[in-house]
């Protein structure tokens, strides 16, 4: 073992190049999201192609990130959030500690060698520092020590490379004769420094960036999908079907032909509430373009993927009205209300159903019914205690919900009674 400590060990102590590329690409996805969000919630970017701008929004995400890092481990931001931290980093990206001739210095927060008495390494990894400086000397009692050792520093041990863990413990054990380090610690002076170790780190930080620049160009691309179909729509609904046709091609050209190098743009448009969210959105533009019953396959194809979502299979039921198809309605509705039994909504849209199509009897029955089933296994028997405790149905109705519930006859209707004024 080299004891030459000033070499190495003497100042700033850096972190592992695989722990900053971890530490990084981790953090830098986070400021990613917000971009994409950004993009997601806002249209002032339409006329850009978000596409393009993908792997851009992740150099832009890991440079600023960076930057944030550097300085969230400053020691001015250590002296900032003082009342928080103590004067340790808020984390640690390039500098693990520094040490001198008297003391291990965390940021602003300084810990004497002659002050440890003891450092053990935990199994997440951690590097624990206590010291008796402060509590004084034990007190054992009926279970154990009644005055425990303070925990004055701990550190991620696995922040640094194998190298440099060998040469601190060795320096620990030199300048800390007082210390006592537990034998997991002690066990790392003899481990072996393959030269292969870095190099299957920096094959795994290969794969986490192109990872992260895999999901920056996959999402912006499922966005500008999702804009070419909402430009479609916008367009068919202006009564532009040119444009409109124009807009869903393009959208078309992108969930067809999916890049081939990318997993994470084949997952997106392959299964889950990605998918049925495009899917939902094909359906409605062919809808207003007239393909009808290819509209009607991709609603199916989205409710498929979220059976559960009252919005996604509640318009697969009315596209089976407009179509005519009101058995197969009926068989959609009646699959949600197993689904969600107490639920208002799909329960109002099939005694809907059933008015509209004039069977008035069958849908007072079938809501008569519901109520009961309410009574018997969901509101609690009058008087409920304490007065507020209630129960409540909240049901989240959106536009299509109530032009369904509530069409043009019924709106027509003139009322039975007429209240006459003086």
Same mark, same amino acid.
Request: net charge positive; charged share 20%.
């Given at each position: ?14 972190t ?5 590329a971890?530490?990084l690409?981790?953090?830098a ?14 249209s ?11 792997v851009?929004?992740?150099i832009?995400s ?5 930057? +944030? $890092? ?7 931001? &250590?002296?900032?959030? =003082?009342?928080?931290?103590?004067? !340790?980093?808020? /984390? ?6 520094a ?19 003891s ?17 004084g ?6 279970n154990?020590d ?7 520093l ?21 300048k ?13 002076l ?7 170790t ?9 794969? +986490? $960036? ?7 160009? &996959?999402?912006?691309? =499922?966005?500008?999908?999702?804009? !070419?179909?909402? /430009?479609?729509?916008e367009a068919a609904?202006c009564g ?10 393009f959208?078309e ?16 448009l ?5 998918l ?6 094909r ?22 993927l979220?059976?559960k ?7 697969q ?5 407009e179509?005519?198809?009101i058995?197969e ?12 039994r107490?639920?208002?909504?799909p329960?109002l ?5 059933l008015?509209?199509?004039d069977?008035l009897?069958?849908?007072k ?5 519901y /109520? ?6 969901y ?6 205690w ?14 299509d919900?109530?032009?369904f519930?509530?069409?043009d ?6 009322p039975?009674?007429t209240?006459?004024?003086?």
């Amino acid at each position: 073992m080299d004891k030459d400590y000033s070499t190495l060990l003497s100042g700033a102590i850096r972190t592992s190049f695989f722990h900053q590329a971890v530490t990084l690409i981790s953090r830098a996805s986070f400021a990613f999201a917000v971009l994409w969000i950004l993009l997601l919630t806002t249209s002032f970017w339409f006329r850009f192609n978000a596409e393009q701008f993908g792997v851009l929004a992740v150099i832009v995400s890991i440079v600023f990130t960076h930057f +944030f $890092l550097i300085a969230a481990e400053s020691n001015f931001i &250590s002296k900032v959030f =003082y009342f928080l931290r103590k004067g !340790r980093p808020l /984390l640690i990206y390039r500098r693990w500690l520094a040490v001198n001739d008297t003391s291990i210095v965390f940021g602003n927060y300084r810990v004497l060698w002659s002050a440890i008495d003891s450092v053990s390494l935990s199994y997440l990894g951690n590097l624990i520092f206590t010291s008796r400086a402060l509590c004084g000397p034990p007190v054992y009692g009926k279970n154990g020590d009644d005055n425990p050792a303070a925990k004055v520093l701990r550190l991620p041990f696995s922040a640094i490379d194998l190298r440099v863990q060998k040469l601190f413990v060795a320096q620990l054990k030199e300048k800390c004769p007082q210390a006592v380090l537990s034998p997991s610690l002690i066990k790392v002076l003899n481990k072996p420094v393959f030269r292969s170790t870095s190099y299957i780190h920096l094959l795994t930080s290969s794969v +986490f $960036l192109f990872i992260l620049f895999d999901v920056g160009y &996959s999402t912006f691309r =499922y966005v500008e999908l999702l804009k !070419r179909y909402y /430009l479609a729509d916008e367009a068919a609904i202006c009564g532009d079907l040119q444009k409109a046709k124009k807009q869903y091609e393009f959208a078309e050209e992108l969930r067809i032909n999916a890049v081939p190098f990318s997993t994470v743009s084949k997952q997106l448009l392959s299964k889950g509430q990605s998918l049925s969210v495009v899917q939902e959105a094909r359906a409605r533009v062919l809808w207003k373009l007239g393909k009808k019953e290819e509209a009607l396959r991709a609603q199916q194809e989205a409710a498929s993927l979220m059976p559960k979502t009252y919005k996604i299979v509640l318009r697969q039921a009315r596209f089976c009205i407009e179509l005519g198809k009101i058995e197969e309605a009926k068989k959609v509705i009646k699959g949600l209300i197993e689904k969600h039994r107490y639920a208002l909504l799909p329960h109002l849209y099939f005694s809907s159903l059933l008015w509209q199509n004039d069977q008035l009897d069958e849908a007072k029955q079938e809501f008569k019914r519901y /109520l009961d089933q309410l009574d018997n296994e969901y509101f609690s028997p009058p008087p409920v205690w304490p007065a507020s405790g209630e129960e409540a149905l909240h049901e989240l109705l959106y536009r299509d919900d109530l032009k369904f519930l509530f069409p043009d006859k019924v709106m027509s209707v003139k009322p039975s009674v007429t209240l006459s004024t003086k």
